[in-house]
């Protein structure tokens, strides 16, 4: 199946199954378009996976409301495609340190979330995860 690209502003699909997303893209007022593209891509009902690029940027409360809403009410149906969720840092200190947020955030969400060092190493796992070679992992190192 393919993805008509020109839909999403906030998603690189370029490279669908794996989708990107830039923590530049995180703007006020994102959150309406953001839950557009995620409907989008739950609609597909295909398995993806998400990597989240460069440093998270402040949220305005009213886009972590709406997206936090978005999440609760779509949580079991984003967990049965979405495989995995890939943060990407290059700090070994901050990777380990994310890597206990990611652990619990994994629990809260049912997605498997991990961060690793390099776009590199996100590509790569990413391409593990979706042909199924890649059992779920701790990644502090």
């Not at 008509?4 to 370029?14: P, R």
Request: contains cysteine.
């Amino acid at each position: 199946m393919t993805i008509d690209a020109t839909t999403f502003a906030l998603h690189d699909v370029s490279l669908w199954p794996i989708v990107r997303q830039s923590a530049g893209s995180v703007q006020p007022g994102y959150s309406k378009q953001w839950e557009r593209e995620m409907d989008a891509l739950l609609t597909l009902s295909m398995p993806f996976v998400v990597i989240m690029e460069g440093d998270e940027h402040a949220e305005e409360h009213e886009d972590r409301k709406t997206r936090g809403i978005w999440l609760k009410k779509n949580k079991t149906a984003l967990a049965a495609i979405c495989k995995a969720v890939i943060g990407i840092e290059a700090s070994a200190i901050k990777r380990a340190a994310l890597q206990l947020q990611m652990s619990l955030a994994t629990k809260a969400f049912g997605m498997r979330m991990e961060i690793v060092a390099s776009p590199e190493e996100a590509l790569q796992l990413a391409e593990r995860i979706l042909k199924g070679r890649d059992a779920a992992s701790s990644r502090a190192g």
